[in-house]
């Protein structure tokens, strides 16, 4: 019984090491569909990122041109939804690997940072916080990857009403952990929309870095199929 399990898990991390793959490239407001690319950095390739330590971790890297110089206002406290799929040009019709294939298992994550224009170029040195993180469940035995293939690609999270107005990057990221039985193994799928967000409050979230904020430990290194529980990487949620 073990051993074929064992076996399963092995055919599993072979199908998906190919298949591995998803982009994040457009957004919703409560709701509103916005558009594909638009106020999103949408990375050409879908291959994933996988080095923690590398700039390409903090928004992916190679963008589409010309990449989008529109910023969305979004109000403190808006439902906004990133929308996934399997590749960078959105959804194209139906693909059993869309938004991802479904054996790429791994928890779906969203951070933002404050960025003094949202359109310039150089996003290192930000200042991020955690909005949002869907990992394992136990009943059902599900993971936020798992969600996100049922939702068609929809990962859907409140912004905070506390934060302060101006512009922002948002950083939605799917993991996936179907390779990580060692590090590098961990596959990273994000890209940074470009928002403003109007209203708000005066509340500064603790904050980390990218790179920085991953380290090699049990969050990126495990196997998905043997999991009871999980904690993602990163800090905690802020909540307003
Ligand atoms: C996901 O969002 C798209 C675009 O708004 C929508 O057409 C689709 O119905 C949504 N999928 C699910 C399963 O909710």
């Not at 996934?84 to 790429?104: E, M, N, R």
Request: overall charge negative; hydrophobic content about 40%; proline content about 8%.
């Amino acid at each position: 019984m073990k051993a074929s399990l064992a076996a399963l898990s092995a055919i599993a991390i072979l199908v998906s090491s190919t298949s591995a793959r998803t982009v994040f490239s457009a957004f919703k407001v409560n709701g509103i569909d916005q558009g594909h690319g638009v106020a999103v950095r949408v990375p050409t390739s879908n291959a994933p990122v996988t080095d923690i330590s590398s700039n390409s971790i903090i928004c992916n890297t190679g963008f589409e041109t010309p990449v989008s110089q529109t910023v969305v206002k979004v109000p403190a406290g808006a439902q906004f939804t990133a929308e996934f799929h399997h590749t960078s040009a959105g959804y194209v019709g139906p693909d059993p690997s869309d938004p991802l294939d479904p054996t790429d298992k791994g928890p779906i994550l969203a951070y933002m940072a404050a960025i003094p224009s949202a359109t310039q170029t150089d996003v290192t040195g930000l200042e991020w916080f955690k909005v949002w993180q869907d990992g394992l469940t136990a009943s059902p035995r599900q993971w936020g990857s798992d969600r996100l293939f049922i939702n068609g690609g929809n990962a859907t999270f409140t912004i905070p009403s506390c934060i302060p107005a101006g512009q922002y990057l948002v950083r939605a990221e799917a993991i996936s952990l179907a390779s990580a039985e060692q590090y590098p193994g961990a596959q990273f799928f994000m890209s940074c929309a470009q928002i403003e967000v109007t209203g708000g409050g005066n509340v500064k979230p603790a904050t980390v870095s990218f790179p920085g904020a991953y380290t090699v430990d049990a969050s990126l290194v495990t196997d998905v199929y043997e999991d009871e529980s999980y904690t993602p990487p990163g800090p905690a949620v802020f909540t307003c």
